[in-house]
């Protein structure tokens, strides 16, 4: 298997344009998480799916933020417009919701993202 | 409102020694609890966990202990080689039945050969 995807790896942009990240899950995997790492904060959970639903969105910071996740194997987070205080780290996680097994998420490479 | 926070940003330890990461929670509803690893440009990596019914869990060279009363957790890794060098994520979950963790702010480990 090859991991959780994501994808860019690196996104520079400046203030007030559209950057949207993307990100393939683990087949079999049915939760999905969009986190953001930054020093101060550590990793931050933005928003959960389950089985393509989002679940718990209250990380998103404010309605610049929105996530979807069309199918299984795709999900976007999108940042319009975006902000040079956007600039972190953002990884995708996946999980098999299923028993203990739903604690072990597995990351993907990250994007870092870059506003100026 | 941080729930879970590592306190030590950085540790730095000499290799063959022990080194002990620290996390405290503030939510004593949380009933399971991760440590993951970060090496650079890439994403965290499960570590080992442990539940609130134990207080301690041992993997090779890695133990996590557990202090339900103090809400502080610990993870000793022994002895130290220098690939541990890495950042190190504490993570908890509460009684929700779902997967979602919450993560402290990480502690980066040097090993010095």
């Known amino acids: 298997d090859a991991g959780v995807i994501q994808s860019p790896r690196h996104e520079v942009t400046e203030m007030g344009q559209e950057v949207t990240l993307r990100c393939k899950p683990i087949s079999g995997h049915n939760s999905l998480f969009w986190y953001r790492q930054t020093m101060m904060r550590g990793l931050e959970l933005l928003i959960y799916f389950n089985n393509n639903v989002p679940i718990d969105d209250s990380g998103m910071p404010e309605d610049r933020f929105s996530a979807k996740m069309p199918n299984a194997s795709f999900s976007t987070l999108k940042i319009q417009p975006s902000e040079p205080r956007d600039s972190a780290v953002y990884f995708c996680?996946?999980?098999?919701?299923?028993?203990?097994?739903?604690?072990?998420?597995?990351f993907g490479p990250g994007t870092r993202l870059t506003v100026t | 409102d941080q729930q879970v926070k590592q306190n030590s940003p950085s540790l730095s330890v000499q290799e063959g020694r022990i080194s002990i990461l620290n996390c405290d929670y503030t939510n004593s509803m949380f009933d399971y609890f991760l440590w993951y690893k970060k090496y650079p440009a890439e994403g965290p990596t499960f570590l080992i966990s442990i539940s609130s019914i134990k207080d301690k869990n041992e993997d090779g060279r890695f133990t996590v202990f557990l202090n339900k009363s103090a809400k502080h957790l610990s993870l000793h890794i022994v002895p130290s080689q220098p690939g541990d060098s890495a950042v190190y994520f504490c993570a908890a979950s509460g009684s929700s039945n779902t997967g979602k963790l919450i993560f402290g702010q990480g502690t980066t480990l040097q090993v010095k050969p």
């Open positions: 996680a996946s999980s098999l919701e299923q028993g203990l097994d739903r604690y072990e998420q597995y």
